[in-house]
């Protein structure tokens, strides 16, 4: 059967989300950090129990550079890609940041309160 998934991989800034989508995607990890410079969409085709489901990945920050997802800031909405729509969440923080665990408590917070 299959069908369509989005799934949408948010964490703060520097924290490894595009090397964990590559390391999925191509079997690859990145030797050094070079920062992703806006938000990306990954379209894989991916083969699950003999169905084929057709991903859409984004990679991205929610709040956007420098800003915390607990401030007054708006979630983006671009006309195709409405995180209201998103199946799946993959919260992504740095286990020696604290800071980074606290931006995606507070991460996981606004998903509640905009899905629900």
């Given at each position: ?45 991916v ?24 401030g ?10 409405s995180l ?12 020696c ?20």
């Open positions: 059967m299959g069908g369509s998934l989005r799934v949408a991989v948010l964490g703060a800034p520097g924290v490894g989300k595009t090397a964990i989508i590559r390391q999925f995607l191509f079997g690859d990890y990145p030797e050094r950090h070079r920062p992703t410079d806006g938000p990306r969409l990954y379209r894989p085709a083969l699950l129990d003999g169905a084929v489901y057709d991903l859409s990945i984004r990679d991205g920050d929610v709040a956007g550079p420098g800003s915390s997802p607990g007054p800031e708006e979630w983006p909405d671009p006309k195709d890609w209201q729509d998103t199946d799946a969440f993959v919260l992504v923080y740095d286990i940041s604290p800071d980074s665990f606290d931006y995606v408590k507070a991460l996981r917070q606004r998903i509640a309160e905009t899905r629900w």
